[in-house]
């Protein structure tokens, strides 16, 4: 068993997370049922050893990494400057956005906002759909079951992302339409669409000191392989959150 110590933060920072990552093999023989859920992890004291709460943490975790990725790749793509850990400082504004700042030459949001491209959506689009449909598909070659999901329907429309209002679908029907979808999507979706990555989410969120963005054990968590995900999902992992703000 290897134990990673994430970084503490002695400022006015708001959490602090330790993973420890699983044996190799050690998932083997064990499956079960899960919430194909994310989750909210950053405001306790607690220890994690069950694999819901195991899961959970990584698609939190999954979702903020592909958005970190979405950035990284339109980063480098454009020359851009890198920011703090590996992440570029700004976001992708929506077309409304960016002509809002732009009328109101508000000259910070203007160098804030980035115009998402058709590059851009074909990346995150593929590795987003690899990633999430080879999990769900190995997952389920292992004999897991799923349960409870959380995306948008198929006019891409929240159906709820908190832990009280997840949509329980009667099959994995929904779930697979929004990846063939994302997969398939025509090239001026992103118009519509300016973050892409957010057509896979699945609720939750990782108090942002902790999370993949400023974190490397997390976002070595997030881009694990298949395996190694499952051996963190049954097998002899842990991971135990904390908050020094209170």
Not at 163 to 176: G, M, N, P, Q
Not at 204 to 221: K, M
Request: charged fraction near 30%; include cysteine; glycine fraction near 8%.
């Amino acid at each position: 068993m290897k134990s990673i110590r994430v970084s503490t933060f002695e400022t006015n920072s708001s959490s602090e997370h330790s993973l420890t990552f699983a044996s190799k093999g050690s998932g083997e023989g064990r499956y079960g049922k899960l919430n194909w859920k994310g989750d909210e992890y950053g405001w306790e004291f607690e220890k994690y050893f069950d694999s819901q709460s195991k899961f959970s943490y990584y698609l939190t975790a999954l979702k903020d990494w592909l958005w970190l990725m979405q950035k990284r790749e339109y980063g480098i793509r454009h020359n851009l400057e890198e920011g703090y850990e590996g992440c570029y400082s700004f976001s992708f504004g929506s077309l409304k956005e960016i002509a809002e700042a732009k009328e109101k030459n508000d000259k910070y949001w203007i160098k804030h906002y980035k115009e998402i491209d058709k590059e851009n959506i074909e990346y995150i689009r593929n590795l987003a759909y690899n990633k999430v449909k080879g999990l769900f598909d190995f997952l389920k070659e292992k004999g897991c079951t799923f349960d409870y999901f959380n995306y948008m329907d198929e006019e891409h429309k929240f159906i709820g992302n908190d832990r009280d209002t997840f949509w329980k679908a009667e099959s994995e029907h929904y779930f697979l339409d929004s990846l063939e979808h994302l997969k398939d999507a025509p090239e001026n979706e992103w118009k519509a669409h300016p973050d892409i990555s957010d057509w896979i989410d699945f609720g939750g969120y990782i108090d942002h000191q902790s999370g993949p963005a400023e974190n490397s054990d997390c976002r070595t968590l997030a881009s694990q392989g298949y395996e190694d995900v499952f051996d963190w999902i049954f097998g002899n992992s842990s991971f135990e959150t904390g908050n020094d703000n209170c």
